[in-house]
Nanobody
Framework: QVHLVESGGGLVQAGGSLRLSCAASGSIWRINAMGWYRQAPGNQRELVAVSTRRGTTNYADSVKGRFTISRDNDKNTAALQMNSLKPEDTAVYYC??????????????WGQGTLVTVSS
């Protein structure tokens, strides 16, 4: 099994910064993609940022230039640096990872979610 543990959410004023962290553990052979999604009340879960093992990144248009995703492939961790936060960034943020286990089966897992609240 593979598990994700997130940390770093909280309350911040508009214009401030937060850093989210995610650590994967378990029977991991390789993580192909690791990233972050978010879900605001009444909205569907949406992609925020994702990073492939080779370093390719993809961001939602709404966060480009403000958020930066980083990964450490050796430690199976990822981080999301969020700057210039806006009230509309308020949501529960979920870490996501997909890859291959040590028994060569595919996995796709989600973290428990961490709440980010941006006050105006």
């Amino acid at each position: 099994q593979v598990h994700l543990v997130e940390s770093g959410g909280g309350l911040v004023q508009a214009g401030g910064s937060l850093r989210l962290s995610c650590a994967a553990s378990g029977s991991i052979w390789r993580i192909n993609a690791m990233g972050w999604y978010r879900q605001a009340p009444g909205n569907q879960r949406e992609l925020v940022a994702v990073s492939t093992r080779r370093g390719t990144t993809n961001y939602a248009d709404s966060v480009k230039g403000r958020f930066t995703i980083s990964r450490d492939n050796d430690k199976n961790t990822a981080a999301l640096q969020m700057n210039s936060l806006k009230p509309e960034d308020t949501a529960v943020y979920y870490c996501y990872a997909e890859g291959v286990t040590t028994t060569l089966t595919s996995f796709e897992v989600w973290g428990q979610g961490t709440l980010v609240t941006v006050s105006s």
